[in-house]
């Protein structure tokens, strides 16, 4: 995979993302603020590899809240060369459990799905 590093706005690109889910937002009645300065330092990074860090955090997100729920987007400088965004929700929140296993590469609570010889085939029904 290729890194292609750019400056990047990072208001403008979360707005990007959300986006993508904005229609399941509005279906499901969710409530999502964003609370980011118009005057936020842009960054350097590869486009593509932070919005799909973004999607799968706002899809978390998604998947947490109930009908009704509430995501809240912030983004501040912290510093020269920093900048920090916080993705919160009102969701069930991560058992304790499992918060030191959050960062493993592909950790999941998600049930896999049957597999397909497990599902009967229309001619069984």
């Keep these: 995979m290729d890194i292609h590093h750019e400056t990047i ?3 403008a ?3 990007e993302v ?3 889910l904005s229609k399941e937002a509005e279906y499901r009645n969710l409530s999502v603020s964003f ?3 118009k005057d936020l330092q842009p ?3 590869d486009r593509g590899q932070l919005q799909q860090v973004f999607l799968n ?3 978390n997100a998604f ?3 109930p009908d009704g729920g509430r995501i809240d987007i912030s983004a501040a400088d912290e510093g020269a060369d920093k900048v920090a965004v916080t993705i919160a929700d009102n969701g069930v929140g991560i058992p304790k459990e499992n918060l030191e296993r959050i ?3 592909f950790f999941t609570t998600k049930q896999a799905p049957a597999p397909a010889s497990a599902c009967p085939s229309p001619t069984e029904s």
């Design 9 to 11: 706005e990072l208001g």
């Design 13 to 15: 690109l979360l707005d």
């Design 18 to 20: 959300y986006g993508f």
């Design 35 to 37: 609370n980011i300065p």
């Design 43 to 45: 960054i350097v990074s």
């Design 57 to 59: 955090i706002l899809n």
């Design 63 to 65: 998947a947490a809240v």
């Design 103 to 105: 960062f493993e590469p």
